[in-house]
């Protein structure tokens, strides 16, 4: 099993570009999480999708970020424009439903540098 | 609504001694209870999970309880390793949805 895979694990930018983070969660999980985590607010839930479908988005800071599940398999965590206090480590993690610990189980994180 | 609060940190102890990080929670139902670690420039991994009062969690010589009348799922290790170094993370989930977090302790093992 290939755990959830992230890309890319770094990305540097300037502030105004729009920086796209990618997920692909374990084949056959139904949730889709996605977190940012800094020093300052720790980590923090930012919306989760089931089935392809965002369930809660309230965690989302404002309108420039957005995020889509196009199929099972892929998602994206989009900032447009990005702006210098976006700067964390945003992690993807997934789930399955059904079972008895609903684990999440994380990836190795995308660390966003805004310059 | 779900919320967990975690000792707060960090925690510095040197090798063979005892942890204890102390987790007490709030939910409306009965929740599963998870600790998760985080080694340096790592996503969070499950160290241990538990589903119902005095369940014992257990893996790597470390260990949770299920206390459900204190509300509480206290990590313990009788002999720390400088390999434990890392941060760890108490989270419930009640139900197939997303899970609380805890903010997280930084322990830190010295040789």
């Known amino acids: 099993d290939a755990g959830v895979i992230q890309s890319p694990r770094h990305e540097v930018t300037e502030m105004g570009q729009e920086v796209t983070l990618r997920c692909k969660p374990i084949?056959?999980?139904?949730?889709l999480f996605w977190y940012r985590q800094t020093m300052m607010r720790g980590l923090e839930l930012l919306i989760y999708?089931?089935?392809?479908?965002?369930?809660?988005d309230s965690g989302m800071p404002e309108d420039r970020f957005s995020a889509k599940m196009p199929n099972a398999s892929f998602s994206t965590l989009k900032i447009q424009p990005s702006e210098p206090r976006d700067s964390a480590v945003y992690f993807c993690?997934?789930?399955?439903?059904?079972?008895?610990?609903?684990?999440?189980?994380f990836g190795p994180g995308t660390r966003l540098t805004v310059l | 609504g779900d919320s967990v609060t975690q000792m707060e940190g960090p925690v510095t102890l040197s090798e063979e001694a005892f942890l204890t990080i102390n987790c007490t929670y709030t939910?409306?139902?009965?929740?599963?209870l998870f600790w998760y670690v985080q080694y340096p420039g790592e996503g969070l991994q499950l160290l241990l999970k538990?589903?119902?009062?005095?369940d014992k969690g257990s893996n790597k010589g470390f260990e949770a309880t299920y206390r459900k009348e204190t509300t509480s799922f206290h990590l313990e290790k009788g002999s720390v390793q400088v390999s434990d170094s890392a941060v760890y993370f108490c989270?419930?989930?009640?139900?197939?949805?997303?899970?609380?977090f805890g903010d997280g302790t930084t322990l830190t093992v010295k040789p």
């Open positions: 993690a997934s789930s399955l439903s059904g079972t008895t610990y609903n684990e999440q189980f």
């Open positions: 084949s056959g999980h139904d949730y």
């Open positions: 999708f089931n089935n392809n479908v965002p369930i809660d």
């Open positions: 939910a409306t139902g009965y929740p599963s």
């Open positions: 538990a589903t119902k009062a005095d």
């Open positions: 989270a419930l989930s009640e139900d197939a949805g997303k899970s609380t």
